[in-house]
């Protein structure tokens, strides 16, 4: 069975998971804490090292479940993987992964991220998940000094968000993700392939997202005014909103045939419930966050029908997993075999946090030494199944961007509803599969 020629520690000493392994383990429901798994084969004379604890944070529940639905699979398949440890100079040191659920709450995420730091004393803190995950954790892993890594959110809001200073950058926390600069590009080479009037009404929320995305120097503003698209900006609306009609009325008299936003899934849907009784017909509607998962399309019956947003990643994207081999298309299948599920963006995102961390593990000169752990961190150059991740100061110091492109959902054969790449200009090497059309 094939396995990758990129991984960093010893394959040849170190039991490493084959596809068919990773495959029939994942999908299997991760507990919050892991014993730790064999570490030597037969034969091997390396000492065994103390166990190497991995804090995992995401929002299992609440309003941003789905960033997490595929959490379950991935662990367990990275579980699997690091089952006969990982060698780490002269020792083999068993992997424990502790877990846990921020509710869907910033504060919560702060203080588990606490627990994980001061109780379950974690040798790395990752998590993924929106700003309400990112930032928390991230700000907890830089006061005690942990490294940290972290993804699924806008550099920007995680960067700037957290009072971050290009100049200096951050000591202990490094992410990975695209940029404001990608999701506008994206959105506007949808945008442009249309007849449309220009007209763009905005529901961006009161959140770290809304905000920054909303943002009159950083964000789509001065972007759109220079594009000549006429933005209609209603204010920051806060989440878990009931009633959009004043939204809306203002989409209308303005003549708006584009909405774009960053929204929550029940917030988009309830916008968009209201949008159809009030017979306001944009043609094209692109929005962040909410667009993104199979189960929020189809919990719109045929109104998801030409809905569109970035894209993130997809079983066409032409990467492979460092840890296993496996191309995106494979692990996307896995789980979907596994779950009986459609695949979900975050699945490859989730997966590469683990392939980091087992690579920065695997350079690290003394375990025992966050500073030593943390300059790994700093040092990797890694291909993984979401494209490099390789933080070498661009855009600043702790921020590795991987591609972005654009897609629509269109009535699929073997789903529901499949979300097809129909814009690839700011990352040709990721394959079109349609033309964007108004809705």
Same mark, same amino acid.
């Given at each position: 069975?094939?396995?990758?020629?990129?991984?960093?520690?010893?394959?040849?000493?170190?039991?490493?998971?084959?596809?068919?392994?990773?495959?029939?383990?994942?999908?299997?429901?991760?507990?919050?804490?892991?014993?730790?798994?064999?570490?030597?084969?037969?034969?091997?004379?390396?000492?065994?090292?103390?166990?190497?604890?991995?804090?995992y944070?995401?929002?299992?529940?609440?309003?941003?479940?789905?960033?997490?639905?595929?959490?379950?699979?991935?662990?367990?398949?990275i579980?699997?993987?690091?089952?006969?440890?990982?060698?780490?100079?002269?020792?083999?040191?068993?992997?424990?992964?502790?877990?846990?659920?921020?509710?869907?709450?910033?504060?919560?995420?702060?203080?588990?991220?606490?627990?994980?730091?001061? +109780?379950? %004393? !974690?040798? &790395?803190?990752? /998590?993924?998940?929106? *700003?309400?995950t990112?930032?928390?954790?991230?700000d =907890? @892993?830089?006061?005690?000094?942990?490294?940290?890594?972290?993804?699924?959110?806008?550099?920007?809001?995680?960067?700037?968000?957290?009072?971050?200073?290009?100049?200096?950058?951050?000591?202990?926390?490094?992410?990975?993700?695209?940029?404001?600069?990608?999701?506008?590009?994206?959105?506007?080479?949808?945008?442009?392939?249309?007849?449309?009037?220009?007209?763009?009404?905005?529901?961006?929320?009161?959140?770290?997202?809304g905000?920054?995305?909303?943002?009159?120097?950083?964000?789509?503003?001065?972007?759109?005014?220079?594009?000549?698209?006429?933005?209609?900006?209603?204010?920051?609306?806060?989440?878990?909103?009931?009633?959009?009609?004043?939204?809306?009325?203002?989409?209308? +008299?303005? %003549? !708006?045939? &584009?909405?774009? /936003?960053?929204?929550? *899934?029940?917030?988009?849907?309830?916008?968009?419930? =209201? @949008?159809?009784?009030?017979?306001?017909?944009?043609?094209?509607?692109?929005?962040?966050?909410?667009?993104?998962?199979?189960?929020?399309?189809?919990?719109?019956?045929?109104?998801?029908?030409?809905?569109?947003?970035?894209?993130?990643?997809?079983?066409?994207?032409?990467?492979?997993?460092?840890?296993?081999?496996?191309?995106?298309?494979?692990?996307?299948?896995?789980?979907?075999?596994?779950?009986?599920?459609?695949?979900?963006?975050?699945?490859?995102?989730?997966?590469?946090?683990?392939?980091?961390?087992?690579?920065?593990?695997?350079?690290?000169?003394?375990?025992?030494?966050?500073?030593?752990?943390?300059?790994?961190?700093?040092?990797?150059?890694?291909?993984?199944?979401?494209?490099?991740?390789?933080?070498?100061?661009?855009?600043?110091?702790?921020?590795?961007?991987?591609?972005?492109?654009?897609? =629509?959902?269109?009535?699929?054969?073997?789903?529901?509803?499949?979300l097809?790449?129909?814009?690839?200009k700011?990352?040709?090497?990721?394959?079109v599969?349609?033309?964007?059309?108004?809705?």
């Amino acid at each position: 069975m094939k396995k990758s020629k990129k991984v960093e520690f010893n394959v040849n000493e170190i039991k490493k998971v084959t596809r068919r392994r990773f495959i029939s383990t994942a999908g299997l429901v991760a507990s919050t804490a892991v014993t730790a798994p064999a570490i030597l084969r037969s034969g091997l004379a390396y000492a065994a090292g103390r166990p190497v604890k991995l804090g995992y944070i995401s929002p299992k529940t609440g309003p941003l479940a789905p960033f997490a639905e595929a959490d379950d699979f991935v662990i367990a398949g990275i579980r699997s993987a690091f089952k006969d440890g990982i060698k780490i100079g002269s020792q083999i040191h068993p992997i424990e992964i502790f877990v846990k659920d921020t509710q869907s709450n910033p504060n919560r995420c702060a203080e588990v991220a606490s627990e994980l730091i001061l +109780k379950n %004393k !974690v040798d &790395i803190l990752m /998590g993924a998940g929106t *700003p309400d995950t990112t930032n928390p954790l991230s700000d =907890q @892993a830089e006061i005690n000094e942990v490294p940290c890594i972290t993804s699924d959110a806008p550099w920007q809001p995680y960067f700037f968000g957290r009072g971050g200073n290009p100049a200096k950058g951050f000591d202990w926390t490094y992410h990975f993700f695209w940029g404001l600069e990608d999701v506008i590009a994206v959105f506007l080479n949808l945008w442009n392939s249309l007849d449309t009037n220009k007209v763009v009404g905005a529901l961006w929320p009161n959140d770290s997202d809304g905000n920054a995305w909303g943002d009159k120097k950083l964000g789509f503003p001065p972007v759109l005014a220079s594009k000549g698209f006429k933005l209609i900006d209603t204010g920051r609306y806060q989440q878990l909103n009931n009633d959009f009609s004043a939204q809306i009325s203002a989409f209308k +008299k303005a %003549k !708006v045939e &584009i909405v774009s /936003g960053v929204m929550i *899934p029940p917030d988009f849907t309830t916008f968009w419930t =209201q @949008a159809a009784q009030q017979g306001f017909k944009p043609k094209a509607v692109t929005v962040g966050k909410a667009l993104l998962f199979p189960a929020a399309i189809e919990a719109l019956g045929d109104r998801g029908t030409g809905l569109s947003s970035e894209v993130w990643w997809t079983p066409s994207h032409p990467f492979r997993s460092s840890l296993t081999g496996d191309s995106a298309g494979q692990l996307s299948a896995a789980y979907e075999k596994n779950t009986g599920k459609q695949w979900t963006q975050p699945i490859g995102f989730r997966h590469a946090l683990f392939e980091v961390a087992a690579n920065v593990l695997g350079r690290t000169k003394d375990v025992n030494s966050p500073k030593s752990i943390v300059q790994a961190i700093a040092d990797t150059k890694l291909d993984t199944i979401v494209g490099r991740v390789h933080w070498g100061g661009k855009p600043v110091k702790n921020v590795s961007k991987t591609p972005l492109v654009g897609g =629509q959902w269109v009535r699929g054969s073997k789903h529901k509803y499949d979300l097809q790449v129909v814009n690839n200009k700011t990352a040709t090497n990721i394959p079109v599969k349609g033309v964007m059309k108004p809705i």
